[in-house]
């Protein structure tokens, strides 16, 4: 496809050291200029100043400047205004006041990681102690796997990603969102309706299942009130799971085994209803995770960072 990945998002906070110094527990390595890079994707996250929490801007690699042309010609056929550089371009998504842009960038290849081995009933795949439980490295996280955002209006900001960018529809949720991907992962943007445009969170990828455990619990040791929802499996992109909450109210999710979709003719989209739409297995979601507890402070125009 056209797009590759995507490369990097900014969040606005009203508590920008708290919150850096949040993600820098998680496991992302920072810059002095704001920026927090991961161990195989770079730069990727970016933590700037804003009244309320939310999505400012993000990033997707291309590969050479015809990507480029194509996108903006799309996004004019929909009426939306582009800017154009040498080596990127960028439009504002109008529901949800984000900037998107696409750049020309490199592809990223990560070094593969050795399939863990399970024993499971009838056949022996290793011999002693699980190599997951002796492990004591600290979990830094390999990506940055997808950003979800919250949108009045959500069909038009699907149409801007889908038909503008050029982003391609692995799942619906039905009436509520859909799942959208720039790489062969099978999410990188998931849209969701909602009542104001808000970042509802970020997903950083980790090698397995231990290592979304092992993190989420290192988070968890002097802070139990970061816990949001986990540990658990999606359907949607099938990946396990864990939540956690940031000082600004963002969730931030440790996530492994995502679906890859590396023949768009092997794949059909679903339309997800129910529990389906948000899990396969796992313990309940709690109400705040599709109804953030400052969600109406934002649409106040008041701002929490609890």
């Given at each position: 496809m056209a797009l590759h990945r995507l490369t990097s998002v900014t969040m606005g906070v009203p508590n920008v050291a708290e919150t850096a110094a949040y993600y820098a527990e998680f496991g992302l390595s920072p810059h002095a200029d704001g920026w927090f890079s991961t161990r195989d994707g770079g730069r990727q996250l970016r933590i700037v100043p804003a009244f309320t929490r939310r999505l400012v801007d993000l990033r997707v690699g291309v590969d050479d400047a015809d990507d480029l042309a194509r996108a903006a010609a799309n996004l004019e056929r929909l009426g939306v205004d582009v800017h154009r550089e040498p080596d990127r371009i960028s439009a504002v998504e109008k529901a949800t006041g984000t900037r998107a842009y696409l750049e020309i960038a490199p592809r990223v290849d990560q070094d593969p990681v050795p399939a863990t081995s399970y024993n499971g009933p009838g056949r022996v795949e290793r011999s002693g102690r699980a190599p997951g439980v002796l492990r004591d490295d600290r979990v830094l996280p390999r990506k940055l796997g997808h950003a979800v955002v919250g949108s009045a209006h959500h069909e038009a900001t699907e149409a801007f990603f889908a038909a503008g960018l050029?982003?391609?529809?692995?799942?619906?949720?039905?009436?509520?969102?859909?799942?959208?991907?720039?790489?062969?992962?099978?999410?990188?943007?998931?849209?969701?309706?909602?009542?104001?445009?808000?970042?509802?969170?970020?997903?950083?990828?980790?090698?397995?299942?231990?290592?979304?455990?092992?993190?989420?619990?290192?988070?968890?040791?002097?802070?139990?009130?970061?816990?949001?929802?986990?540990?658990?499996?999606?359907?949607?992109?099938?990946?396990?799971?864990?939540?956690?909450k940031d000082p600004a109210g963002n969730f931030s999710e440790y996530y492994s085994d995502m679906d890859c979709i590396v023949d768009d003719q092997l794949w059909t989209p679903q339309d997800l209803e129910g529990a389906r739409g948000l899990y396969s297995w796992g313990p309940p979601p709690p109400p705040s995770f599709l109804h953030p507890e400052d969600l109406a402070a934002m649409m106040t125009g008041a701002h929490s960072t609890r």
């Open positions: 050029g982003f391609k529809i692995s799942d619906r949720i039905k009436g509520v969102g859909a799942f959208l991907r720039c790489s062969t992962d099978h999410h990188n943007v998931l849209v969701l309706g909602a009542p104001v445009a808000f970042l509802h969170h970020t997903s950083w990828q980790v090698d397995d299942v231990d290592e979304v455990g092992r993190g989420a619990c290192a988070m968890l040791g002097d802070h139990p009130e970061r816990h949001v929802w986990g540990l658990g499996r999606h359907y949607g992109g099938s990946n396990f799971f864990w939540y956690l």
